[in-house]
């Protein structure tokens, strides 16, 4: 068989392949998806299995190195996580440069970035060493940035990691105690959150993480790579739409909760109305995180005993949806966003912290993806080709002659 670069050669032909749809850029032991029967794996293991029995740390080791960790690795890694959560003091000047209304996602990416001017031995990625320490630091000190992103909007003061206090707590706590008060994290929202967070694990060659590994593959460091795919994640088609979601439902119910005459809209294409939370670019049938986070929202909520309209109407308008000919035909199920803003708004977060809990959550398949193509020899520069569409030649006119 010829290789595509000579075959390009011999041709000149190149493939086009507008966003991607069909083109592998790289090989990927990581995470697998079967978008037509609804399938995610993470290194092998089926989705419902992790956020059943796992742990976010643990689901991070797992993404990272390849394998479940053992409980004296699981340990190892827990207490070396525990011991890098503080941020240097002056990373926290960055904050006060900020304005009071920055949204926080900008913040977390603009921090991270800087990360690397105060961890500069990490810049070689084949160090082995500073890789490994770069990814600790990360998995680290990101809930402490993202925290000190919501303390500046609130203007409350930033609060110290507790090192006593297991991953999840200890960023429920920076981010929601206020000093002189004493602050115990629901468990109830610490197990939720966490397994909200496995399920943000990793999602193969998403925009976010083809971002950091088109970075990467140039040899920038970790922090540059992950600084870049959280701006990408930014972005109202990938990390945004949990909100557009709940704005959804909130419209639905000013308007008097007629889920009826919104479905028709939908299904008429009204103003480009579309069913936010709903179809997928890979899955064709259900999302397997949709399944697994509709049963934690039924559960999250009433064991916080928080009867939300906008939960009852938001199962009520999938009911409706799955039973139409116009989302049937088109193969369009929950996708993982459809609950997930209605628990991050129980648990107190305000609509654009949403997507700083996805990051987190989707750090440790950032690190992996990197990490397995830093350590791959063949790992070339990413750099796709194009269909030109200009003007072919012309004679350049001189300033005085235009
Ligand atoms: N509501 C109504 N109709 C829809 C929806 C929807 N949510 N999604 C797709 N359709 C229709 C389209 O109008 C189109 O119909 P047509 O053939 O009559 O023109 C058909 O289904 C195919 O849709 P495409 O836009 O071509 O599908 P694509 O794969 O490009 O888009 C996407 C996938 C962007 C997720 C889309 O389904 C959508 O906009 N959903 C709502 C936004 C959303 O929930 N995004 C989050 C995705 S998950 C994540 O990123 C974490």
């Not at 080791?61 to 002056?90: K, M, W």
């Not at 006060?96 to 800087?114: E, K």
């Not at 890789?131 to 990101?142: D, F």
């Not at 999840?168 to 966490?194: C, G, H, I, Q, W």
Request: with cysteine; charged share 25%; proline share 4%.
């Amino acid at each position: 068989a010829m290789d595509i670069s000579t075959l390009r050669a011999k041709t000149g032909l190149v493939t086009y392949d507008g966003g991607f749809v069909n083109t592998a850029a790289c090989k990927s032991a990581i995470t697998f998806i079967d978008g037509e029967e609804g399938v995610l794996r993470y290194r092998g293991y089926p989705i419902e299995q992790i956020a059943e029995q796992g742990t976010f740390l643990e689901t991070a080791y797992l993404l990272i190195y390849g394998e479940l960790p053992s409980v004296s690795a699981l340990d190892n890694f827990r207490d070396e996580i525990t011991q890098h959560t503080l941020l240097h003091e002056d990373v926290k000047r960055f904050y006060d440069g900020f304005p009071r209304d920055a949204h926080p996602m900008a913040m977390l990416s603009s921090v991270v970035s800087a990360l690397s001017t105060f961890y500069q031995d990490s810049h070689n990625p084949f160090d082995e060493e500073q890789v490994r320490l770069s990814a600790i630091r990360l998995l680290a000190k990101l809930p402490t940035i993202a925290a000190y992103a919501f303390k500046k909007s609130v203007g409350q003061p930033m609060l110290y990691p507790d090192n006593s206090l297991g991953y999840v707590e200890n960023f429920l706590r920076m981010t929601f105690a206020v000093p002189a008060e004493s602050y115990k994290a629901d468990p109830v929202v610490v197990d939720a959150l966490d397994k909200l967070l496995i399920l943000h694990g990793d999602h193969e060659q998403n925009c976010s993480t083809s971002t950091v590994r088109l970075v990467g593959s140039s040899q920038a460091n970790m922090f540059a790579s992950i600084s870049a795919g959280i701006n990408a994640l930014w972005g109202p088609l990938h990390g945004g739409a949990n909100q557009q979601v709940l704005e959804m439902l909130e419209q639905i119910k000013n308007d008097g909760g007629d889920i009826d005459a919104f479905v028709n809209k939908v299904k008429n294409k009204e103003d480009g109305v579309r069913l936010m939370g709903f179809g997928h670019r890979v899955y064709k049938s259900r999302d397997p995180r949709a399944t697994i986070i509709k049963k934690a929202a039924d559960d999250v909520l009433s064991r916080m005993g928080k009867k939300d309209e906008l939960l009852d109407l938001a199962m009520q308008l999938e009911e409706r949806a799955l039973a139409d000919d116009y989302f049937v035909e088109r193969k369009l199920y929950p996708n993982v966003d459809f609950y997930t803003g209605l628990i991050y708004r129980a648990m107190g977060f305000p609509t654009e912290m949403f997507t700083v809990l996805f990051a987190i959550g989707r750090l440790p398949g950032w690190i992996a993806h990197w990490q397995e193509m830093i350590a791959d020899p063949k790992a070339k520069i990413g750099r796709p080709r194009q269909v030109y569409t200009g003007v072919a030649l012309r004679d350049y006119t001189p300033i005085g002659a235009r």
